[in-house]
């Protein structure tokens, strides 16, 4: 088989694209580079794409051991940090991320543990599971946190740092100002086969997410790079922030009509509902993932007072007007 190691998509920004992982797309990890200066964003998973980096760089005529001048991890989920602890050893480049996602940088396993709301079964098969959210690595200290308006350089260009902590308390995405180019990781577009799709670790927070939507649509951005499947590179930004916002909006609305049709009701039962309504743009093939995105959505809806806790995990609308 031949593979392409990187293909460069904007000049001076490559994306170097792993193995097809069914409702995520193809995994990708993004290389600037200027001045012979390299900038990675997103390792990716342990194994591919995350082994590929080297030989990529190589190939473009780069040496892993000096030119990295820092790995930046959108967030700390497996999918896009797997990758980061062995690349550090090949490279001794410093790992970036946000303080608030650090912790399962330092303990991958807590992203099972403490991420996502999972029953016996689920926590059983996401184990053995060999998708990309598998935990098949270590943990590292980071060496440096993303803060949220800082800069980071490469060479001649320089990368805002943007918090959004939507999809993970600790999300933060990248807008090379110079290209128009904005490094979106899993805030925009997760599910790319649907980019209404989309799921929040519970770290994460609704009301975040669509703050961080309206905030990006604003950049100017004309280029969106998000971290699984195709680059945005054709003028069509703008409709990746409003698909996510109507998937996010439309969940919403479900969520309520589903709570309303029944009076009370807990998480379980609204999966199952939404489950059922197939045209729901919700992720099908993890359902722990949907799970944890309902009970996220849910407290958005209790902070803007449209559904109230009975407790025990059972919930109702607070009627309208
Ligand atoms: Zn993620
Ligand atoms: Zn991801």
């Known amino acids: 088989m031949i593979e392409m190691a990187s293909?460069?998509?904007?000049?001076?920004?490559h994306v170097v694209r792993g193995r097809f992982a069914g409702e995520f797309g193809f995994i990708a990890s993004y290389l600037i580079i200027d001045e012979d200066e390299v900038l990675v964003i997103d390792p990716g998973t342990a194994g591919d794409p995350g082994n590929r980096l080297e030989k990529s760089i190589k190939n473009l005529g780069l040496d892993p051991k000096t030119d990295i001048v820092g790995i930046v991890c959108t967030h700390g989920h497996p999918d896009h940090v797997g990758g980061a602890g062995r690349f550090k050893r090949v490279t001794n480049a410093p790992i970036m991320i946000h303080r608030e996602d650090a912790e399962i940088l330092q303990k991958p396993g807590d992203f099972l543990n403490?991420?996502?709301?999972l029953n016996r079964a689920q926590r059983f098969s996401m184990k053995l599971d060999k998708g990309p959210l598998r935990v098949n690595f270590r943990g590292i200290e980071p060496d440096e946190f993303l803060e949220h308006g800082k800069d980071i350089h490469v060479g001649s260009t320089s990368l805002k740092v943007i918090h959004t902590g939507g999809h993970s308390a600790g999300h933060c995405v990248l807008f090379d100002t110079s290209r128009k180019a904005l490094f979106t990781g899993d805030e925009v577009n997760n599910f790319p086969n649907d980019p209404r799709k989309f799921y929040v670790d519970t770290s994460g927070s609704i009301v975040a997410k669509l703050t961080a939507l309206e905030t990006l649509s604003k950049l100017g951005a004309e280029h969106v790079l998000p971290s699984h499947d195709t680059p945005h590179i054709y003028g069509d930004?703008?409709?990746?922030?409003?698909?996510?916002?109507?998937?996010?909006?439309?969940?919403?609305?479900?969520i309520l009509t589903y709570i309303e049709a029944r009076e009370e009701a807990d998480v379980e039962q609204l999966v199952f509902d939404i489950r059922q309504a197939r045209s729901v743009p919700i992720p099908?093939?993890?359902?722990?993932?949907?799970?944890?995105?309902?009970?996220?959505t849910l407290l958005g809806l209790k902070e803007a007072g449209l559904v109230r806790d009975l407790g025990k995990g059972v919930w109702t609308r607070i009627g309208e007007g």
């Open 7 to 13: 293909t460069e998509i904007i000049p001076g920004i």
């Open 114 to 117: 403490n991420r996502l709301i």
């Open 237 to 254: 930004a703008l409709l990746q922030f409003e698909s996510v916002r109507d998937g996010v909006i439309h969940l919403q609305d479900i």
């Open 284 to 296: 099908q093939s993890l359902e722990a993932l949907l799970t944890t995105t309902v009970h996220v």
